[in-house]
Nanobody, 125 residues
Framework: VQLQASGGGLVQAGGSLRLSCAASGNTFSAYIMGWFRQAPGKEREFVAVISGGGVSTHYTDSAKGRFTISRDNAKNTAYLQMNCLKPEDTAVYSC???????????????????WGQGTQVTVSS
């Protein structure tokens, strides 16, 4: 699986961005999809995860109520809608895919098998 993330940019605090993660291959719906981010000088952290069918989702606490992860399996694409952005959301955002296993609840980067390149999100105050 090859992943291509896009949609980052510069936005003012309170604004919105929608990140996309396009995947190659014809078994996209089988993969658990996650979004991670890495701010300057910090470790990469989990943001959100969605199950293969798109029914189940989970977010890090700082993203709850502001971010929405979704997927369109017909288009082989996962999304991260980010609203009410804050300067502390500034980071490089990466999408990742995990082969199906016993659980969709994957919040650690080591649990993912494929990674896209990052897309920069910068939120100005």
């Amino acid at each position: 699986v090859q992943l291509q993330a896009s949609g980052g940019g510069l936005v003012q605090a309170g604004g919105s961005l929608r990140l996309s993660c396009a995947a190659s291959g014809n078994t996209f719906s089988a993969y658990i999809m996650g979004w991670f981010r890495q701010a300057p000088g910090k470790e990469r952290e989990f943001v959100a995860v969605i199950s293969g069918g798109g029914v189940s989702t989970h977010y890090t606490d700082s993203a709850k109520g502001r971010f929405t992860i979704s997927r369109d399996n017909a288009k082989n694409t996962a999304y991260l809608q980010m609203n009410c952005l804050k300067p502390e959301d500034t980071a490089v955002y990466s999408c990742a895919a995990a082969r199906p296993g016993s659980s969709w609840f994957l919040t650690h980067e080591a649990q993912y098998h494929y990674w896209g390149q990052g897309t920069q999100v910068t939120v100005s105050s």
